[in-house]
C-alpha cells in the first residue's frame, strides 16, 4: 500500500500524532538532507534476538533484514537519538509517553466508526481485542512481508498504514514495531510502547510497559512523531 512519504497526522486532544510509523521513505528524506550515519550503520549493523542479541551485518533503516525495503516499510534499526532528531528535523518531536498512551488507546474522534465509541478507553490499539495488528500468532491475519527465511522467530513486519485501523484511526499502535517515546523506564532506559511482529497480543495491552537502552537499534524498534496543537 503506497503511503505519503511524510506521515499525516491526526489531532487527539491537545496534541497531532502520525497515523503511521516513520517510513524508510521518510527517514531517508531526512537522511538525504541532513547527512546522517545510523548508529546501526556505523556498527556494521542492528540486532535481532537469537540465542542472545546477535548483531547482522548489513541490516539497517534501508535494509531491516538484510534486503532493500520499500519505502512504504517501518524505519527500524534506529536509537532514541535518531528518532529525536528525525522529528525535529520533521518540525516534530516524540510523542510523550503519555501522549501515545492515549493516542493509542482512548478514542478521542467526536465521530468514530463503529465499532470504537468516543471517550472509550480499551485494552488494545486496535480496540476490544487485538485481531487485525501485525502480532506474533494471535492477532488473526495480518499483511507481513515475509522474511521467515532470515529468522529464528516471527514473519516480520507489514507495510505501514496496511493493518486495520484502530483507536483514533491510527495504524500499528499496536505490534508491527516497538515505538521509541519520551519516557524512561529505570535508570537511563527508554520507554518502548505497543509490541511488535515478534510478539503476541500481551505486549499491545495498554497494561504492559517496555523498555530499552535509548542507543539500541535493533530490527523490531520504529517510532512516529507528535506535535503540539
Request: charged share 20%; net charge neutral.
Amino acid at each position: 500500500m503506497s503511503r505519503p512519504a511524510l506521515a499525516e497526522m491526526q489531532p487527539v486532544g491537545g496534541f497531532e500524532i502520525d497515523r503511521t510509523e516513520v517510513t524508510v521513505g521518510a527517514f531517508r528524506q531526512f537522511v538525504t538532507a541532513t547527512g546522517t550515519v545510523t548508529a546501526a550503520e556505523r556498527r556494521g549493523g542492528g540486532e535481532v534476538y537469537e540465542a542472545g542479541w546477535t548483531r547482522k551485518p548489513g541490516w539497517t533503516w534501508q535494509a531491516p533484514f538484510g534486503v532493500p525495503a520499500g519505502d512504504d516499510e517501518p524505519a527500524v534499526h534506529v536509537t532514541y537519538a535518531e528518532a529525536e532528531a528525525y522529528c525535529r528535523w520533521a518540525g516534530k518531536r516524540l510523542p510523550t509517553d503519555a501522549e501515545w498512551m492515549e493516542a493509542a488507546y482512548t478514542e478521542r474522534r467526536t465521530s468514530p466508526p463503529s465499532p470504537f465509541e468516543t471517550g472509550r478507553t480499551y485494552p488494545y490499539p486496535t480496540g476490544a481485542t487485538p485481531d487485525g495488528a501485525n502480532c506474533l500468532g494471535d492477532c488473526g491475519a495480518a499483511p507481513a512481508i515475509d522474511h521467515t527465511s532470515r529468522l529464528t522467530r516471527g514473519i516480520g513486519h507489514a507495510p505501514a498504514g496496511s493493518t486495520k485501523a484502530g483507536v483514533n484511526g491510527l495504524y500499528d499502535m499496536g505490534a508491527n514495531a516497538w515505538e521509541w517515546v519520551d519516557g524512561n523506564l529505570g535508570g537511563s532506559q527508554k520507554i518502548t510502547r505497543g509490541g511488535s511482529w515478534w510478539y503476541g497480543a500481551a505486549q499491545m495491552h495498554r497494561d504492559h510497559t517496555a523498555g530499552k537502552p535509548p542507543e539500541t537499534a535493533v530490527v523490531y524498534i520504529g517510532f512516529r512523531c507528535a506535535r503540539s496543537r
